[in-house]
């Protein structure tokens, strides 16, 4: 039955990766007009980087002359969405599909600076290379892989979280935190705020639950109860953040990997409702499978049965290549390729727990968070600290035994022979992003620091410029302006971008008059809203015929927050600071204006020495 999950994963992975090529968006960002022009990056990687170098770091279809240009980005996208539609209908198989398709994806990815670079994106591009090796290599290998790809993007989550030392999440107040904080937040937000503070905090455990302890699950022999209990939890999850939150097709792919999970009459359903939308109800995966019964029922045709086994056996090989070389993300987590490493952090974990259950307090305070709520202090306490330190206890003696069972000789060899083998591996294919490292909300933001871009023609009157899908001006009504519609496929990634840009250093910064980093893009786009370029009318929430010069500009940080209840609003918010100067008309290169800003900002630095 594991090609029937086979078939879905990858019937689904063909319309995800479809919507992903269909995406209105590309020209505005990486368009010759755009905010991150495509040419502008080959044109520095041709004048920096030999050949050979070139084509490695930057793996795109657009070094071919006749695709670099507005119309081929359109073309290239709109062929690779019609053949994954194609494979997805069984015109075409999907195998050959999606690995079109992936191949389209990655062009237009390796081009796309941050705009691209989310990592729901190279989570995608892994899928899809998974997805063409499993047609042809065995269903059992096929859903295997699929498997060990799940375990490393919720299980890579869930230690980033505790790696990271994040107080939200040892507080457990990440949640609660998150649904206002968060890069777009949608109605679901809002109304999930005001939910129990007991049960935001549930929410919390059951996070950590489903990302620690269910993922090892995946890779043992477990019954079909287990397996769809955890697809209905994987379910849950995905759910609940697509609930409150938009991240584009991350959940929607996540949920589709979890396929893997169900059970085989669980599967075989799926599989017919999916092979009911397609016009070849024939399957095109598990190769590899038939290889024998094509040998046996064929016995005059031996080469073409050997040459298919070939391929099947070829395709197998590169999936157990995969997945050896996808461990390579996990050093970070798990420092494994020396005993007195991995000894040590045993040692000290079992230390530091005996010592924090030794100063425990017997009635733990309460402390206070800065919007006034009490919060418990520090670790989790009563039952449940209780709870967590037996498990943990239990769970470090197990690896101090399993510790003390590993070989001197085992580790001196994995260190020494195979370790920097796919180190070397790793690094070589990172730019084809097929073995990556996830790691989604290790930290969560305290605050909610937003860039808002205001334009005027006097220097009186300033309006802000409207996103698609951020808070904007809170003057104007508020029905109007209030959350937007939840993005579960299209993302807009200038408004995804936006947020990083609020982040507290750069506040800091400018709060006390240092230079603010900005990227080059963000200079671009103050640039063309002072020309009123309609390039960019699409990344933005006003129609082409808004898009009119303005005679000055500004950039300021607002601190958002949600309104409290009973005040009839979504949002409040307070003026923070501006970043440099205002922008005049005449300054509309976008090299003047990043000089007016530094400029602006060596005028504030030497005016505090002064005074110091």
Request: glycine share 8%; net charge positive; aromatic share 8%.
């Amino acid at each position: 039955m594991d090609a029937a999950r086979v078939e879905v994963i990858s019937v689904s992975t063909a319309w995800i990766l479809a919507s992903a090529l269909l995406n209105p968006q590309l020209l505005p960002l990486i368009g010759r007009d755009g905010l991150h022009p495509m040419e502008d990056t080959l044109r520095g990687a041709e004048a920096q980087l030999r050949p050979a170098l070139r084509y490695l770091l930057f793996p795109t279809l657009f070094w071919l002359p006749p695709l670099r240009c507005n119309a081929g980005i359109q073309w290239s996208a709109r062929a690779g969405a019609a053949m994954a539609i194609a494979g997805a209908l069984g015109i075409v198989p999907v195998t050959l599909a999606v690995g079109i398709a992936t191949v389209m994806y990655l062009s237009v990815i390796s081009v796309g600076g941050d705009f691209f670079g989310l990592q729901w994106d190279a989570l995608l591009i892994e899928v899809g290379l998974v997805c063409t090796l499993s047609g042809w290599a065995h269903p059992l290998l096929a859903a295997l892989s699929f498997r060990w790809l799940l375990f490393r993007l919720l299980f890579g989550s869930g230690v980033c979280k505790l790696a990271s030392g994040c107080p939200l999440w040892r507080s457990r107040d990440a949640i609660r935190t998150h649904l206002w904080t968060q890069p777009l937040p949608h109605l679901g937000a809002c109304l999930a705020s005001q939910l129990p503070v007991w049960f935001l905090h549930g929410l919390v455990d059951f996070t950590l639950l489903v990302e620690l302890l269910l993922p090892p699950l995946f890779l043992l022999p477990v019954g079909d109860t287990v397996t769809l209990g955890c697809f209905i939890a994987v379910a849950v999850l995905m759910l609940g953040i697509m609930g409150t939150g938009s991240f584009g097709f991350f959940n929607t792919l996540t949920v589709v990997i979890a396929v893997v999970l169900l059970p085989d009459h669980a599967a075989v359903g799926v599989a017919r409702l999916v092979r009911a939308t397609r016009w070849s109800s024939a399957t095109d995966t598990g190769v590899g499978g038939a290889v024998i019964d094509e040998v046996e029922s064929k016995g005059t045709e031996i080469t073409k049965g050997l040459a298919s086994a070939a391929v099947a056996a070829a395709a197998s090989t590169l999936l157990l290549l995969h997945a050896a070389v996808s461990v390579v993300p996990f050093r970070k987590c798990f420092r494994l390729t020396k005993k007195r490493t991995f000894w040590h952090a045993i040692v000290e974990a079992r230390a530091t727990l005996h010592l924090a259950q030794a100063t425990r307090p017997q009635s733990p305070g309460k402390a206070t968070a800065a919007n006034g709520t009490a919060t418990d202090a520090g670790a989790i306490t009563g039952w449940r600290g209780r709870l967590c330190d037996v498990a943990y206890a239990h769970g470090l003696d197990v690896a101090f035994r399993v510790g003390q069972s590993v070989p001197d000789s085992l580790i001196h060899r994995i260190h020494t022979d195979l370790w920097p083998t796919l180190e070397r591996c790793h690094v070589t294919t990172g730019p084809l992003r097929i073995c990556n490292a996830y790691g989604l909300f290790a930290r969560m933001s305290a605050a909610r620091h937003e860039v808002v871009i205001e334009r005027s023609d006097d220097g009186e009157v300033w309006t802000s410029v409207r996103w698609l899908c951020k808070p904007g001006d809170l003057s104007v009504t508020e029905a109007n302006e209030g959350l937007p519609a939840p993005c579960w496929i299209g993302l807009p990634r200038l408004d995804w971008r936006l947020w990083f840009l609020g982040q507290q250093p750069r506040v800091r910064m400018a709060q006390l008059g240092v230079t603010v980093p900005m990227p080059p893009w963000f200079t671009l786009l103050c640039q063309k809203i002072l020309k009123g370029d309609r390039a960019i009318a699409g990344l933005l929430d006003q129609s082409e015929q808004d898009m009119v010069p303005c005679a000055m500009l500004r950039v300021l940080y607002f601190r958002y927050c949600f309104a409290p209840r009973g005040t009839g609003a979504t949002w409040s918010r307070e003026a923070v600071c501006q970043i440099g100067p205002v922008l005049e008309r005449s300054a509309v290169a976008a090299s003047t204006i990043a000089a007016a800003w530094r400029a602006h900002k060596l005028r504030k630095e030497t005016k505090n020495t002064k005074l110091a």
